[in-house]
Every structure is written in structure tokens, then in C-alpha cells.
């Protein structure tokens, strides 16, 4: 079972910036794909940013240029970076992985429990 653990969410004013980081544990042979989701009141969990084990990522248009999505596979770490925030970044941020379980098969995808973040305006 992998687990997930997010943290660095808060408070912050507009224009403002925090850093998230989602550390992953448990048993696994290998971490393929991170991502970090969010899911603001009322609205749909939509993806934010995602980074492959060879570091390509991938964002969305609403978040480009602001964030950056980066990992330390060492660590098996993933992290947002989140600049000029806007009221509307306020969300419930989730991060996402998949890999392998073991060296001869079976796969896994992980979610973690959340952390909030709240922009003010």
C-alpha cells in the first residue's frame, strides 16, 4: 500500500505564494507519474499540474506561468510551487501518483488526504 502525505497549505493573500510537497511511503518498486489536483467548493476536481518520472510536466492553462510542478525521485517527493495566487486558487489541493508495486508487475494509483488553500483577496 502506498500512502501519500501532503502539506505546506494555508492562508496566503493575493499575490502571495506557498509551496506544497507530497511525500509518498509504504511499498512500491517505482513512482511513474505525480500530479497535483485541486477541488474548490461546488466545483469538480480538476488537474492542476502532473511530472513524469523523466520530469516532463504538464500544466493547466489556468495555472501556467504561476506554478511549477517538480520532484525528488530520491525522496519520492513531489512539490507545487505556487506563485501570484489568486482568490481563485482557493481549493482542497490533492496529489496523485501511480507506479509499479513490485519488479514483476501490478500497478498502483495513490491519492493523499488533501491540504487547503485559501487565498484572500
Known amino acids: 500500500q502506498v500512502q501519500l502525505v501532503e502539506s505546506g497549505g494555508g492562508l496566503v493573500q493575493a499575490g502571495g505564494s506557498l509551496r506544497l510537497s507530497c511525500a509518498a511511503s509504504?511499498?512500491?518498486?517505482?513512482?511513474?507519474?505525480m500530479a497535483w489536483y485541486r477541488q474548490a467548493p461546488g466545483k469538480q476536481r480538476e488537474l492542476v499540474a502532473t511530472i513524469t518520472s523523466g520530469r516532463s510536466t504538464n500544466y493547466a492553462d489556468s495555472v501556467k506561468g504561476r506554478f511549477t510542478i517538480s520532484r525528488d525521485n530520491a525522496k519520492n517527493t513531489v512539490y507545487l510551487q505556487m506563485n501570484s495566487l489568486k482568490p481563485e486558487d482557493t481549493a482542497v489541493y490533492y496529489c496523485?501518483?501511480?507506479?509499479?508495486?513490485?519488479?514483476?508487475?501490478?500497478?498502483?494509483?495513490?491519492w493523499g488526504q488533501g491540504t487547503q488553500v485559501t487565498v484572500s483577496s
Open positions: 509504504g511499498t512500491f518498486w517505482s513512482i511513474n507519474n
Open positions: 496523485n501518483a501511480d507506479g509499479r508495486k513490485t519488479a514483476w508487475g501490478g500497478t498502483f494509483t495513490s
